[in-house]
């Protein structure tokens, strides 16, 4: 079963505003939990990390929030730029099980100039 | 893009015959990782190797095998290709903390 749910599966924002993408997990045990950006015929690229015992991580325009009780994490995009337009995965691992990342589906930001 | 290098970058190839993917990396990581990305799934774990000849399976091994001879390299094979094989494939390596970083992908059609 899919273990990191994300939402939504895709959004368009205007240039300037704030783009939010969430995700649940349902392994209590996850200790690291990064967000990846892909463009077009690319690999995905780290672009923020968080790890459950911090609630919110910032990172010049990308923030990541964390409810552990929740057991939900977000990521929100301010001030969004046209070249932010890319897809956004959330994921989750756990040291002692080798580092395996577990994916949510993803979501296409589009930023309108 | 931490030294990490796939071939080939594009692949089409006929139902039922073998086909082998190759990360190559350079910079002496541990542990490699092959995910496959369809779209509506994210990136699903076929298999992954925490050194050289130790490997495991991962989420969606079925229909693949891998090799790790060598600390650089980590082979991906398609015993016998499936058009439900037809993805995107990704290596990666994990780096510092727990980071992964990821090749830049092979685009392999099975017809």
């Known amino acids: 079963q899919q273990q990191v749910k994300q939402s939504p599966q895709s959004l368009i924002v205007q240039k300037g505003g704030i783009s939010i993408i969430n995700c649940a997990y349902e392994n209590t045990a996850f200790d690291y939990f990064p967000w990846y950006q892909q463009f077009p015929g690319k690999g995905p690229a780290l672009l923020i990390a968080?790890?459950?015992?911090?609630s919110e991580k910032k990172e010049g325009r990308f923030t990541i929030s964390f409810n552990k009780s929740a057991k939900q994490f977000s990521l929100h995009i301010m001030d969004s730029q046209p070249g932010d337009s890319a897809t956004y995965f959330c994921?989750?691992?756990?040291?002692?099980?080798?580092?395996?990342?577990?994916f949510g589906a993803g979501t296409t930001v589009t930023v309108r100039a | 893009d931490a030294g990490i290098t796939q071939s080939p970058r594009h692949k089409v190839t006929e139902t039922g015959t073998p086909v082998t993917l190759r990360c190559h990396q350079t910079e002496n990581h541990r542990y490699m990782y092959w995910y496959r990305q369809d779209p509506g799934h994210g990136l699903r774990l076929i298999h992954y190797?925490?050194?050289?000849?130790?490997?495991d399976k991962g989420e969606v091994s079925d229909g693949y095998s891998v090799s790790r001879s060598k600390t650089e390299d980590f082979l991906l094979t398609l015993e016998s290709a499936t058009s439900s094989q037809t993805s995107v494939y990704f290596c990666a390596i994990k780096g510092t903390e727990d980071t992964q970083y990821f090749g830049p992908g092979t685009r392999l059609t099975v017809l």
């Open positions: 190797s925490y050194g050289v000849k130790d490997t």
């Open positions: 968080i790890r459950p015992d911090v």
């Open positions: 994921a989750a691992s756990l040291q002692s099980n080798d580092y395996k990342l577990s």
